[in-house]
């Protein structure tokens, strides 16, 4: 496994950084499909680094150009595993649901997005904003003990329910958003922790789509979810963005989990685009990779090859 070495920006990227352990703004960059190698490495840099990243005044950018500029970074996946609400993008709308819950994005498929870029298109007249936390400081903040036992388990996660329709939508755009949701059952076993493919650092796995721990009982696999869940959550684990139109966010989905927040009233919309980009299949401390219970996912994502120690 590689471990790449944070690099010094290019000349005119400003990285802002907005925590101790996760989050920066980024200036001086105006995104696209035409960026520049330096631009492209100060980026992919500033997000190794921060785990989530932000750009203000990205007005001109259309759906295309933000599909051109993902290239850049990586491969794109189709949209979503069972979700076809776009060609290039998968559409966050309020009107299908507000995902107000903790997630690693697509932790039901083995190979976990690597990243997300996205962009904001509609927003309420207030609220609305979101925070990501980081698995990594989590993970390093935990006593021994704690860590041994993370890197022990193993959870088993499912797409069975959609985490975007617990909130606040149409009864009837609900239940079909539901039904395409469930349209094919995915199950997948990752360990708890697992090591980031090119930084090296070790990170929390879990998430809203955990069904159980493996070898556990269902009230023993809640009580350690929730555990770990809280250390993931932790206030000073978190950065807090509040979105204008014009703005981009990108998160490492191997680093982070995230939130919506629903501090929104149900006549006001909300609607971000967003692209994921290719990742490898996960693999714990022990080198043991995630795998499939059930579903196919090599219609979402050609997997990347697991890089070279």
């Known amino acids: ?45 500033a997000l190794n ?13 259309t759906e295309d150009g933000q599909y051109e500029f993902a290239e850049l970074l990586g ?30 994005d697509v932790t039901f498929v083995d190979r976990v997005p690597q990243a997300s870029i996205l962009r904001a298109v509609t927003l309420p007249s207030y609220g609305g904003s979101t925070t990501w936390a ?10 021994e003990p704690l860590k041994r036992l993370a890197e022990s388990l193993r959870a088993r996660h499912t797409n069975r329910y959609d985490y975007a ?54 009230s023993e696999s809640r009580a350690l979810f929730q555990l770990f869940q809280n250390r993931i959550t932790r206030l000073e684990n978190t950065t807090r963005w509040d979105w204008q139109l014009g703005d981009v966010a990108i998160w490492d989905n191997r680093a982070t989990q995230h939130y919506a927040i629903d501090d ?17 299949i996960p693999a714990g401390i022990d080198g043991a990779r995630s795998t499939v219970i059930a579903g196919d996912a090599g219609y979402y994502s050609d997997a990347e090859a697991p890089r070279a120690a």
């Not at 990594?136 to 935990?142: K, Q, S």
């Open 1 to 45: 496994m590689s471990v790449e070495r944070f690099a010094e920006p290019a000349a005119d990227v400003r990285v802002v950084k907005l925590g101790a352990h996760i989050g920066a703004r980024v200036d001086g960059v105006r995104l696209g499909g035409g960026l520049d190698a330096p631009t492209v490495a100060a980026i992919r840099a």
């Open 165 to 218: 329709t617990e909130g606040r939508a149409s009864e009837q755009n609900s239940a079909a958003y539901r039904r395409e949701f469930e349209s094919t059952y995915f199950e997948t076993e990752h360990p708890v922790v697992e090591v980031h493919p090119v930084t090296g650092e070790r990170a929390l796995l879990l998430g809203c789509f955990v069904k159980e721990l493996v070898g556990l009982s269902g």
């Open 264 to 280: 929104y009233d149900g006549g006001e919309h909300r609607k971000l685009t967003r692209i994921t980009l290719s990742g490898e």
């Open 75 to 104: 491969a794109p996946t189709t949209p979503h595993p069972t979700l076809t609400t776009g060609a290039k993008s998968l559409a966050i709308d309020s009107q299908h649901g507000r995902s107000n819950v903790w997630h690693t």
């Open 134 to 143: 980081s698995t990594v400081a989590a993970y390093e903040a935990l006593p």
């Open 49 to 61: 680094e921060h785990r989530v990243i932000f750009f203000r005044g990205q007005d001109h950018l």
